[in-house]
């Protein structure tokens, strides 16, 4: 009876040693599919993380592709846009030409006989005649001989209706002697209004003139010598461009359309 009594304790320590060891497997054997289940979980989550980059990283350079299309769509109307300027501008080039040489080759004859020079200057058309030619010295009186020159000149600019020209006078540096003027700019704008009066009688539209002096200040020679002063000496007949000829400067800030400064600024009269 004893031995019966061990004989079920060495049983019942038996079982509970194997079933330690067998709750220890267990125990063992859950941790390492925990570890494997967290191994899976951190490859997936490092997955979703690469991917979630990847998306991103393609999301930028979809953005990018797009900007690069918006730009290329941009600049290509602006090419257009500048291609139409271009054009528009050399076709306002053409036609200042076409005047040019309409007017040049009506004036022909004084420019042969040493009256009157036509040239371009400051992109602007010039018919420039020497004040000798015009005017007795310190005068603002048309001698005969200018009256018959400022005759032929009206002639051929009454064929050009539609433009505006500057009557535009000009002195060299030397002050005046005795002379009703009080200087060279009152002298010059004088000679601009007897010769633009000169015009109107002639048939010339007064809308279509302006009378400006400028004096000595707008030289086209050096004052040192004798030449360069009888240069600067002149009445110059400068055709306006007109409106649609100029560029429309803008001003952001104000939406006006602002005028292009002048570097000159003679007296004018209307």
């Avoid at 267990?26 to 494997?36: E, P, T």
């Avoid at 528009?88 to 009506?106: P, V």
């Avoid at 064929?159 to 009080?182: C, W």
Wanted: hydrophobic share 40%; charged share 25%; proline share 4%.
């Amino acid at each position: 009876m004893r031995a019966l009594g061990w004989t079920f304790v060495i049983l019942v320590a038996a079982a509970f040693i194997g079933g330690g060891f067998y709750a220890k497997w267990r125990y063992d054997k859950f941790v390492g599919q925990l570890a494997q289940c967290r191994g899976q979980l951190d490859e997936h989550t490092a997955k979703l993380a690469d991917a979630a980059a990847e998306r991103d990283r393609e999301k930028n350079a979809r953005s990018e592709t797009e900007k690069a299309v918006a730009d290329t769509q941009a600049n290509l109307t602006t090419t257009k846009a500048e291609l139409e300027e271009l054009r528009k501008s050399r076709a306002e080039a053409e036609e200042r030409l076409a005047a040019f040489n309409a007017m040049t080759a009506k004036l022909q004859k004084m420019i042969d006989t040493g009256k009157l020079k036509v040239m371009i200057r400051k992109n602007r058309m010039i018919v420039k005649m020497p004040a000798e030619v015009l005017f007795a010295s310190g005068k603002a009186d048309l001698s005969p001989e200018g009256q018959a020159t400022m005759a032929e000149v009206g002639a051929v600019l009454r064929q050009f209706i539609d433009r505006r020209f500057m009557v535009a006078g000009h002195t060299d540096n030397v002050p005046l002697g005795e002379s009703k003027y009080s200087g060279n700019w009152e002298l010059s704008t004088a000679r601009a209004v007897t010769v633009t009066e000169f015009l109107i009688k002639n048939g010339l539209r007064p809308t279509n003139l302006i009378a400006a002096g400028y004096g000595e200040f707008d030289p086209v020679a050096a004052n040192a010598t004798p030449q360069g002063r009888q240069e600067n000496r002149r009445i110059e007949l400068v055709l306006q461009p007109n409106l649609d000829e100029l560029p429309k400067l803008i001003d952001k800030n104000k939406g006006a359309v602002a005028a292009p400064a002048s570097t000159n600024t003679p007296a004018v009269a209307r």
